[in-house]
């Protein structure tokens, strides 16, 4: 691979990666087969994670339906928070302990499929809270063996959790999200049905669309692995490696997929080839930055999500004020990608271009420009908020939110130009306010 420009050998990077992946199925009417899917895995009493929404529809019936056909025992815990917190991950956790499970069903979004991963893990080799959490917000520690089998199954085109390790929550005391990751984590099986997205409201499916899009594009454009530094031995090699061959094939065709079909899919709750395709593409991002790792608009989302006043959203549970994980993302987006555009200039000018911008007669100082008029067009397209302030924050927040993005050193290193808490502050400044 030291033939690509992109993946050059240097003296003390890695040379090496790796592939995870949690095995897939795809398919209208997959989540019928999930009660086989369980049997296949030595699964007799099952946890069935879902939330109070997800937990009174279709795609919850048809997973303990076959349950039930399959002659599997289980019990279900309809209580996962969307944005979840330490507690809300707590609970569940004490559900987890109690109900004496060799295996877990998630269905529902990241929300869902996170939580359970945390129950999952806690359950199996129980530690303090903050001992798997983070660096430096937790203690990091290693997970000590594999945990119970885990079939995901995501009933929105967002997160691509299905395929990852990694569990993200709001952490109260600080105000800010962190999470857990470790290949440990990972779902043993993802079974991904499209026809769960058919009822999704427009803001829902725009908001997740734009987490998918992100996930491709930070992936693609994150730090090669190549240039982080060689581990030692091969189990310290971090999850998010950094760009790399495998994850360059998933990311450039999520991002093929969302410039063709996320406008499409927001517009026409009816167009099922449009839904179908970004519910693909979400696995294809998600299989990417299990592997590569996402970088600045994530890192910046978490305290844009934490520490939100007032806003809430058309689509979502109005009960308490939520900035939901993909617009969080892509108000920062643009900024971001512009700061970091000049690091790699022919990696954001394909992103561009794979997305549907015309690159014709652009050279690699417009790469930044043009991914960015590009992602502003779409976002101005699906009802995204305008930026930061769209979500309610003001300048004389920036300093807080570089702040808490300051924490999330594990996805800054990723970033392909290297930021401190002035450039982050930077960022956020020319993220407020985009038309
Ligand atoms: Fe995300």
Known sequence: MSCCHYYEFTETGDDIFSVDAAAIKYGPGSLREVGDDAGMLGITRAA?????????????????????????????????????TDESFKQAIQFAREGRFDGYISVGGGSVMDTCK??????????????????????????????????????????????????????????????????E??????????????????????????????????????????????????????????????????????LRLAGRYLERAVADAGDHEARDGMMFAATLAGIAFGNAGVHLPHGMSYSVAGMVRNFRPAG??????????????????????????????????????????????????DAGEVLVQKLLALMKATGMPNGVS?????????PDLAAGAYLQQRLLKNSPRPVNEQSLANIYHGALTYW
């Open 316 to 365: 979502y549970p109005d009960d308490a004020p939520i900035c939901p994980h993909g617009m969080s993302v892509i108000v920062n987006a643009p900024a971001a990608f512009r700061f970091t555009a000049s690091a790699c200039p022919e990696r954001h000018l394909e992103g561009a271009r794979l997305l549907g911008a015309n690159i014709h007669n652009a050279t690699e100082d």
């Open 185 to 254: 984590l990972r779902p043993s099986r993802a079974v991904i049905d499209p026809t769960c997205t058919y009822s999704l409201p427009a803001n829902v499916v725009a908001a997740s669309g734009f987490d998918v899009l992100s996930h491709a594009l930070e992936s693609y454009t994150a730090l090669p692995y190549t240039q982080r530094v060689r581990p030692e031995r091969a189990h310290l090699r971090p999850m998010s490696q950094g760009a790399n061959p495998y994850s360059d094939m998933g990311s450039r065709e999520a």
């Open 390 to 398: 769209g979500v309610g924050y003001e300048e004389t927040d920036i």
């Open 48 to 84: 069935v994670f879902t939330d109070p929404v997800v937990g009174a529809l279709e795609p919850v019936r048809s997973v303990l339906e076959s349950l039930r056909a399959a002659g599997i025992d289980f019990e279900v815990y309809n209580q996962v928070r969307v944005e979840p």
């Open 118 to 183: 945390a129950a999952n893990l806690y359950a199996t080799w129980p530690a303090d809270f903050m001992a798997y959490v983070n660096a430096p917000i937790g203690e990091a520690l290693p997970i000590p063996g594999p945990i119970k089998p885990h079939i995901a199954c995501p009933t929105t085109s967002g997160t691509g959790s299905e395929c990852t390790g990694i569990a993200v929550f709001d952490f109260l005391e600080i105000r800010a999200k962190t999470g857990i990751a470790a290949r």
